[in-house]
């Protein structure tokens, strides 16, 4: 069965420097997600991608945050200068475009620990 | 605007036992509701999902959910619990207008402890 996967499953980082999060949705899937739980808190909306461009995003989605689809299988988040508090976990999901699906696949996750 | 409310952060439950976590949401307009299972160091699965129709929702695993407009629930259930079924279940929802491209809102999770 086909499945969302995520690179690295956890990343250690410094303040201040940048990181890139990497996921491979599901083939043929159109709809892109990000979304992250900060421990003990809730899973949060991040941002969505459709279409090569961002279709919605959250207002944590800062200018610090970026997207990109680059090669039609990668879909990646840049955290440019990361900060204590963007700890957390991030899920990578993806959506077909039928219209009578709209089950979002997930991706296990990337750790990330900003120290 | 949209928020989920699981009741039961944690919930602990002899194997074979019945179970229910409990799942409330807001929204001034229709939903679509989700429940999702997280396994140790697992992704995020779906286990149900409501649509529209009828409102016993079933899935996998043996669990089910009902969905109850007036009490704006969608209550997870499963008459015998396994082991196996020790997780973390997550209840979501997203509005029903919002087009092709809708984004989840999410509970904070019942963390299910299934004891022998």
């Known amino acids: 069965e086909p499945e969302v996967t995520q690179t690295p499953s956890h990343q250690v980082t410094q303040m201040g420097q940048e990181v890139i999060l990497r996921c491979v949705p599901i083939?043929?899937?159109?709809?892109f997600y990000w979304y992250r739980q900060i421990l003990g808190q809730k899973v949060e909306f991040l941002v969505s991608?459709?279409?090569?461009?961002?279709?919605?995003k959250s207002e944590i989605f800062d200018d610090q945050f970026s997207v990109e689809r680059p090669d039609g299988s990668n879909f990646t988040l840049k955290i440019r200068s990361t900060k204590l508090e963007d700890s957390a976990m991030y899920f990578c999901?993806?959506?077909?475009?039928?219209?009578?699906?709209?089950?979002?696949?997930f991706g296990p996750g990337t750790r990330l620990t900003v120290l | 605007a949209q928020s989920v409310t699981q009741l039961d952060s944690q919930v602990p439950v002899f194997e074979e036992a019945p179970v229910e976590l409990r799942c409330n949401y807001s929204?001034?307009?229709?939903?679509?509701l989700f429940w999702y299972v997280q396994y140790p160091n697992q992704g995020l699965q779906l286990l149900l999902k409501?649509?529209?129709?009828s409102t016993l929702v079933k899935g996998i695993n043996g669990f089910e959910a009902e969905f109850n407009k007036s009490q704006t629930s969608f209550h997870l259930r499963k008459p015998s619990v396994h082991i196996s079924d020790t997780a973390e279940y997550f209840c979501?929802?997203?509005?029903?207008?919002?087009?092709?491209?809708?984004?989840?809102?999410w509970g904070l999770g019942t963390s299910l402890a299934v004891n022998p």
């Open positions: 999901a993806s959506k077909s475009g039928s219209l009578d699906t709209d089950t979002q696949y």
């Open positions: 083939s043929n899937h159109l709809y």
């Open positions: 991608f459709y279409n090569n461009e961002i279709s919605e």
């Open positions: 929204s001034s307009v229709s939903v679509y």
């Open positions: 409501y649509l529209s129709g």
């Open positions: 979501a929802v997203t509005p029903s207008n919002a087009g092709n491209n809708r984004k989840l809102i």
